[in-house]
Nanobody, 125 residues
């Protein structure tokens, strides 16, 4: 599966952005999807993930209550709605996919097999 993230940009603190990840190739609904981010000089970190049927969603504590992950299997798209953005949310955001993943590894980037190019989110104070 090929992934392409988009929707990043510059926003003031407290603002909102919606990221989109478009998938092509093998059936999108076969994949568990995740969003990760990497700030300058920092390690990649888990943001959110969603199960194949969109029944289960998972969030990092740092974004819980502010970010919402969703997917549209008919449109081969996963979205990340980001509200109440903070300067510390500034990072390159990437989407990732994996067919099967143990629940204990959902937040581990190494568990994902496919990655898209990132999209830069900059939150000004």
């Amino acid at each position: 599966v090929q992934l392409q993230a988009s929707g990043g940009g510059l926003v003031q603190a407290g603002g909102s952005l919606r990221l989109s990840c478009a998938a092509s190739g093998r059936a999108f609904s076969d994949y568990f999807m995740g969003w990760f981010r990497q700030a300058a000089g920092k390690e990649r970190e888990f943001v959110a993930a969603i199960s194949r049927s969109a029944v289960l969603m998972y969030y990092a504590d740092s974004v819980k209550g502010r970010f919402t992950i969703s997917r549209d299997n008919a449109e081969n798209t996963v979205l990340l709605q980001m509200n109440s953005l903070k300067p510390e949310d500034t990072a390159v955001y990437c989407c990732a996919a994996v067919a099967l993943i143990p629940i204990e590894r959902i937040q581990s980037a190494s568990a994902y097999d496919y990655w898209g190019q990132g999209t830069l989110v900059t939150v000004s104070s």
